[in-house]
């Protein structure tokens, strides 16, 4: 069966990095692409980007370009996002979910990021 | 602002028929992209609903069903249970090459 199973909760200061992996199993890691998806408290989603799982190539949602990278190493088939320079308004929810045809239909659980100073 | 407009909240009685729309534009749903719907119930990840406007993936019900017209949408969920209450949010893409999604609506059911 399909899993994605993502890092725990991280609390981070203000300005620092963060990277949530998602190691999934259960399918061909090269025939889909993963995303992430964000979700602040009580709040909605918010799509960041998306990477092949075929080639690495990425496509990142304007408002995260320059702040945010995704990768994958296909040999664990996991995939990593790294987000820089974390601000309070960071705090959120991050999924990972594999991507078919422009939707995704498996999720992971969720990584919990905490800004605070 | 999402991209995706919806009622932020609906409500029916168990048993009844309730549905949710999703208003995009030219650019995402009126340019022809797939409306896709996910169920989100309290403390757990989003779940796959309706994928490609109206197909339903394996294990879900029936009773749920979608639609699309022009640059918009709309989920029907009929044999209201109490279990539907949840948060769904449909989703589509943009020719701006990126995934947008409807705001959220919070179902309640009475």
């Known amino acids: 069966q399909v899993q994605l199973v993502q890092s725990g909760a991280e609390v981070k200061k203000p300005g620092a990095s963060v990277t949530v992996s998602c190691k999934t199993s259960g399918y061909t890691f090269a025939t889909y692409g993963i995303s992430w998806v964000r979700q602040a408290p009580g709040q909605g989603l918010e799509w960041m980007g998306w990477i092949s799982g075929y080639n690495g190539n990425t496509n990142y949602a304007q408002q995260f370009q320059g702040r945010v990278t995704l990768t994958t190493d296909t040999s664990t088939r996991t995939a990593y996002i790294d987000l820089r320079n974390l601000r309070s308004d960071d705090t959120a929810v991050y999924y990972c979910?594999?991507?078919?045809?422009?939707?995704?239909?498996?999720w992971g659980p969720g990584t919990l990021v905490t800004v605070s100073s | 602002q999402s991209v995706l407009t919806q009622p932020p909240s609906v409500s029916g009685a168990p048993g009844q028929r309730v549905t949710i729309s999703c208003t995009g534009s030219?650019?995402?749903?009126?340019?022809?992209?797939?409306v896709h719907w996910y169920q989100q119930l309290p403390g757990t990840a989003p779940k796959l609903l309706i994928y490609g406007n109206n197909n339903r993936p394996s294990g879900v019900p029936d009773r749920f069903s979608g639609s699309k017209s022009g640059t918009s949408a709309s989920l029907a969920i009929t044999g209201l249970r109490a279990d539907d209450e949840a948060d769904y949010y449909c989703?589509?893409?943009?020719?701006?090459?990126?995934?947008?999604f409807g705001g959220g609506t919070k179902l309640t059911v009475l």
């Open positions: 979910a594999r991507d078919v045809d422009r939707h995704v239909d498996y």
């Open positions: 989703q589509s893409y943009d020719s701006t090459l990126r995934v947008v």
């Open positions: 030219s650019s995402n749903i009126g340019a022809g992209y797939d």
